[in-house]
C-alpha cells in the first residue's frame, strides 16, 4: 500500500539559520501522526512545505505517491489542511465561506456543507459573518473547512488552538471518529502533549530541523510514564549532542 | 486548467461582497452627475454648445479613466494580492486543487473585468444622460464611436492594473503600493511631456490612444504600433507578475 506521506531529504532554511534539514519521513494510510518538536524547530515550515505553501530548497514530498512538487493539483486533491491558523474571509458568512472552498470539489454540495457545519456545531451560526466570530469559532469554522472535500489526508496544525475544554473533547472525538469511520489519515502537530498522547497513534520528534526519533506511540507508553516526559527526554538528548 | 473556473468565480463572488465596487459605482454616477450639470451650466449660462449626446460621453471618458478607474483598478488589486497576503487568507485559496497560476489567471481576469465593467457603466450612464439632457444630436455613427473609444480604453488601463499586480508581488505593504502606484502614475505622465519622443513607452500616455480609434483620419501603422506596445507591456508584466507570486513562500 502507497504510503499517505512520504518526505524525501527536505531542506529549507531561512537567513537566520532556522529551517529544516534533510527531513526523511513517511505517514502510513491510517496513521494519526503526532508532529512534536520546540518552538522554531520546523515543523510548521515542514507542514507549509507539505501543502505547497513554501518551496522547499531540496528533496520532495509525496502525497499518496504524487509528488507535491511536479503535480501539486492532484497531490493536493485529497488534502485538508489547518496551516498555523484557521482563517477565513472576515467579510462572510460561515456558510458563504465553505461555499468558496466546495467549488473545488465537485461531489460537495449544500448538504455537505451543513453537515460539516453541523460536525462542528456552527450549524447555528452559518449564515453569521466570520469577523464576529471568537477565536474557538474560528478555529471550528477551520475545522469544517479541512474536512469539507472528505479528504483522505488531514494535516492539522495545532488543532486545538483557542477551543474550549468541550471543543478539545468533540475535536478529539472527530478526529477518532474519521479515522476509524473513513480511515482518514492525520498528520498533527500540537503542543497540547497530553492530547497527542490520547489521540495520536505514531509520534514524530523533530528538533533544530532534524528528525530525531519516529515512534509508535504504544511503544513510547510502554517504556516512558507519559508521552511528556518521553518528550522531555528525546529534547534533551538532542539538546546535549 | 483545473479549479481556473472555481477560482474565478471565487475571486468574483469575494469581489461583488466587497464595499469598495458600491463606492466606486457611486463616485462614477457622481463624476456623471457633475459633469454633465458642468456642461448644462455653461450652456444655459454662456449660450455655448459644449457637447451632443454622443459627445458627452467622450468628455466624462479622459476625466474617469486619469482618476477614478485607475484609481478604483489599484485598490482592486491591492485587496486582491496584498490583501489577501497580510491577512493571511491567501493560503485559503493555495491549498485547494488549483495551481498558483490558476489563482494568478483568475485574480487578474477579475481585474480585467472589473475595468471592463466599469467603463461599460460609465458609458451607459453617460450616453443615458447625455439623451436625457441632449436629444436631438443622437445619432447611430456616434454611439458606434463612443461603445469603440470606451472599449479601447480598457487595453492601457488594464495594461496599467498589470503594473500595480506586479508592484503588489513585490512589496509587502499595501499601503507601499498605493503611493508608488501614484508617484508612477504621475511620474508617467511628467516623463512622457519632458521626453515626448520617448512618450510611448510609458504606459499612461497610451491612455489616450482612443481618440487615434475615433478620429477621422485613421493612422492604421501607428494604431498597430502603439496596439504591440501595449501587448508587449501586456505580456511582460503579467510574465513578471505570475514569476514573483509562483516564488513567494508564505
Known amino acids: ?241 | 486548467m483545473p479549479g481556473f473556473k472555481a477560482a474565478f468565480t471565487n475571486e468574483l463572488f469575494k469581489l461583488l461582497k466587497k464595499k469598495k465596487l458600491i463606492i466606486s459605482v457611486i463616485l462614477s454616477i457622481i463624476a456623471v452627475l457633475i459633469g454633465q450639470a458642468a456642461v448644462t451650466a455653461v450652456q444655459t449660462g454662456f449660450g455655448l454648445r459644449i457637447a451632443g449626446s454622443t459627445e458627452f460621453p467622450l468628455i466624462v471618458l479622459p476625466v474617469f479613466m486619469y482618476t477614478i478607474l485607475p484609481m478604483f483598478a489599484t485598490f482592486v488589486v491591492i485587496d486582491m494580492f496584498n490583501g489577501e497576503f497580510t491577512s493571511n487568507t491567501m493560503k485559503l485559496t493555495l491549498t485547494r486543487p488549483v495551481s498558483r497560476f490558476g489563482v494568478f489567471t483568475a485574480k487578474v481576469a477579475n481585474v480585467a473585468l472589473f475595468i471592463m465593467g466599469n467603463l461599460m457603466f460609465v458609458m451607459i450612464l453617460s450616453l443615458v444622460v447625455g439623451f436625457i439632457f441632449n436629444p436631438a444630436s443622437t445619432g447611430l455613427i456616434g454611439v458606434l464611436r463612443v461603445i469603440l473609444a470606451y472599449a479601447a480604453t480598457f487595453f492601457p488601463v488594464f495594461v496599467f492594473s498589470l503594473l500595480v499586480v506586479v508592484l503588489s508581488n513585490m512589496l509587502r505593504s499595501g499601503l507601499a503600493v498605493f503611493f508608488l502606484t501614484i508617484l508612477l502614475f504621475i511620474g508617467f505622465i511628467v516623463l512622457s511631456f519632458l521626453f515626448s519622443q520617448y512618450s510611448s513607452f510609458f504606459i499612461t500616455s497610451l491612455f489616450d490612444w482612443y481618440s487615434r480609434w475615433i478620429s477621422e483620419s485613421m493612422n492604421v501603422f501607428k494604431l498597430m504600433r502603439q496596439a504591440l506596445l501595449l501587448l508587449g507591456y501586456g505580456i511582460m508584466l503579467f510574465s513578471a507578475g505570475y514569476y514573483l507570486y509562483d516564488r513567494k513562500d508564505l
Open chain 1, 1 to 241: 500500500m502507497v504510503n499517505a506521506i512520504e518526505i524525501i531529504g527536505l531542506s529549507k532554511q531561512y537567513s537566520n539559520g532556522r529551517g529544516i534539514r534533510d527531513l526523511d519521513l513517511t505517514v502510513d494510510q491510517g496513521d494519526i501522526f503526532g508532529f512534536l518538536g520546540p518552538n522554531g524547530a520546523g515543523k510548521t515550515t515542514a507542514m507549509k512545505i507539505m501543502t505547497g505553501l513554501m518551496k522547499p530548497e531540496s528533496g520532495d514530498v509525496r502525497i499518496f505517491g504524487t509528488s507535491i512538487l511536479t503535480n501539486y493539483v492532484e497531490a493536493i486533491r485529497h488534502v485538508g489542511c489547518i496551516i498555523e491558523t484557521a482563517e477565513s474571509y472576515p467579510y462572510l458568512s460561515a456558510n458563504d465561506n465553505l461555499k468558496l472552498f466546495a467549488r473545488y470539489y465537485p461531489d460537495v454540495d449544500q448538504r455537505r456543507i451543513d453537515e460539516c457545519l453541523d460536525i462542528t456545531g456552527m450549524l447555528p451560526y452559518k449564515h453569521e459573518k466570520a469577523r464576529r466570530f471568537s477565536l474557538g469559532m474560528k478555529q471550528r469554522l477551520g475545522v469544517a473547512a479541512a474536512i469539507l472535500s472528505r479528504p483522505k489526508l488531514l494535516i492539522l496544525d495545532e488543532p486545538l488552538n483557542g477551543l474550549d475544554v468541550e471543543g478539545m473533547l468533540d475535536m478529539r472525538r472527530l478526529i477518532k471518529r474519521l479515522n476509524e469511520e473513513e480511515g482518514t489519515t492525520f498528520f498533527i502537530s500540537s503542543h497540547l502533549i497530553h492530547d497527542v498522547e490520547l489521540t495520536c497513534t505514531r509520534i514524530g520528534v523533530i528538533y533544530g530541523g532534524k528528525l530525531v526519533n519516529v515512534e509508535y506511540t504504544s511503544n513510547i507508553l510502554a517504556n516512558y510514564a507519559s508521552l511528556e516526559n518521553y518528550f522531555v527526554s528525546e529534547v534533551d538528548r538532542n539538546a546535549r549532542v
